[in-house]
């Protein structure tokens, strides 16, 4: 488990791949679940409805990342929106399934996409 490594999953869902329905069943977890801005608990199916829906979102463009591992097969991702419709601090969390890959399980703190 490397910073980079999470960094370029991480970032991959802040540009255009983020409305990638065959990426986004890859990259998130089974058990991936976010809370949005205003506090709702959406589930994955519910998160990558709404992503590959989103039309004309602005590119999210992030720094200061660090990361936090949490286990041997665990770590948290930390980092913070710079140039978004809101700046604001994020957290993701990652786990590395059976193959070795990692996969984002739990969102960060971010504005979902309008339903």
């Known amino acids: 488990m490397t ?3 999470l960094k370029k999953r991480e970032c991959s869902l802040h540009g255009a ?4 329905r065959d990426w ?3 990259i998130l977890h089974p058990d991936f679940c976010e809370i ?5 608990l ?3 199916a519910e998160t990558i409805a709404a992503l590959v829906r989103e039309k004309g979102a602005p590119a ?3 720094a200061n990342f660090t990361l ?3 286990g041997e097969n665990s770590a948290i991702l930390r980092y913070r929106t710079v140039a978004a419709p809101r700046c604001a601090p994020l957290i993701g969390c990652a786990a590395k399934m059976n193959a070795g890959s990692w996969s984002s399980t739990r969102g960060r703190r971010r ?3 309008t339903r």
């Open 3 to 5: 910073l980079e490594h």
């Open 111 to 113: 504005p979902m996409a």
């Open 36 to 40: 949005t801005r205003s506090g709702t």
């Open 17 to 20: 791949r983020r409305r990638d």
């Open 24 to 26: 986004l069943e890859q």
């Open 42 to 44: 959406v589930d994955r």
């Open 68 to 70: 936090l591992k949490t």
């Open 60 to 62: 999210i463009l992030s």
